[in-house]
């Protein structure tokens, strides 16, 4: 039984690496394609492409995790590709974090194995909606002079939403509809594909689903790495909001959606370590977790010292805008 079990997963870990190798490389063709296309480029960054489907794809068939992995690194590729992007802000919002939300749908997976195609859609659009939110943050914050020089100078006026929302939204909803329009019209030959029994052992109703470093990736799964996020997330507004408070720069507000996020996250993730402290019941033996942390009590503890220290961080952040920046005003 063991014997299979191992078998099982080599077989998934190998077709799951196969097919999200594939689904990236036919993305960036894709996206390179529709670069060269006039009239689908928008002037200040931006492309209708249905690029995004096979990013969704990947998380449908193989995953959340593979999802993830291959949207990350296909926003990476683009921007190195492209070579569009303001500055490091407008970097982890339009490419980074833009493009990783697709792996959203991999928490979908089930639906598309049992041959449904609403929670799928609902799961492309869930993605669409992420990556306008990143998309119309960067419009907000990073702004560029004639010159072409980009600085971060946050706006949330009438006319910056509007034109940040409108300018955004102008690609980003084709890109979903003629992703959603495609997947429909591929379903029937995809599910077709999904009967090969190569694939059944990605099925996440499988019996062996429940076992193995992929086998779940639920709240519990992915608190570390959201953890080390959020931690990340918070130093982005440390470090330069401590730079400009010691130099008197007024920039410093510019940090404080980064804080603010970190900081509801961080007490959020703060709470629920501290609720796993209580719990008993140990995680599965093979899970991911597992081959991580030896106990349940020490994924408490490391989630806790995160959010500490990430609420340490933002909090940090805060009181330099609030009680030393705004007093200068």
Do not use: Q
Not at 244 to 269: H, K, R
Not at 321 to 326: K, T
């Amino acid at each position: 039984m063991e014997r299979h079990s191992t078998r099982t997963e080599n077989n998934r870990a190998i077709i799951s690496m196969v097919t999200s190798a594939m689904m990236l490389a036919l993305a960036l063709l894709t996206d390179f394609i529709c670069n060269y296309i006039p009239g689908l480029n928008w002037p200040n960054g931006g492309t209708i492409t249905p690029a995004m489907l096979p990013l969704f794809l990947t998380g449908l068939i193989c995953g959340p995790l593979w999802g993830f992995g291959v949207s990350f690194l296909f926003g990476l590729l683009s921007f190195f590709i492209s070579g569009w992007g303001y500055n490091w802000c407008s970097v982890l919002l339009d490419y980074i974090l833009g493009f990783s939300v697709c792996g959203v749908c991999g928490f979908f997976s089930r639906f598309f194995h049992r041959k449904e195609i609403g929670f799928p859609i609902l799961s492309m659009i869930l993605a669409g909606i992420l990556r306008f939110i990143c998309s119309f943050f960067s419009g907000c914050l990073v702004m560029w002079d004639a010159n072409g020089s980009s600085f971060l100078e946050p706006h949330f006026d009438a006319g910056t939403v509007t034109y940040s929302a409108v300018y955004n939204l102008g690609y980003i909803i084709p890109c979903i509809v003629i992703s959603i329009v495609l997947f429909v019209f591929l379903a029937k030959p995809l599910f077709v594909v999904m009967d090969d029994p190569r694939f059944k052992d990605l099925n996440p109703d499988a019996e062996e689903k429940t076992s193995g470093v992929l086998g779940r990736f639920d709240l519990e799964t992915i608190s570390p790495f959201l953890g080390i996020g959020m931690v990340l997330l918070s130093a982005l507004s440390f470090i330069p909001t401590i730079h400009y408070a010691v130099d008197g720069s007024e920039y410093v507000v510019d940090f404080l959606a980064f804080s603010y996020v970190s900081l509801i996250i961080g007490v959020l993730l703060l709470a629920y370590g501290i609720f796993l402290l209580f719990v008993k019941k140990e995680y599965e033996k093979n899970g991911i977790l597992a081959k991580i942390f030896p106990s349940r009590l020490v994924l408490a503890i490391v989630l806790v010292v995160l959010a500490v220290l990430t609420i340490v961080l933002s909090g940090v952040s805060l009181y330099l805008h609030y009680a030393v920046y705004l007093p200068l005003e």
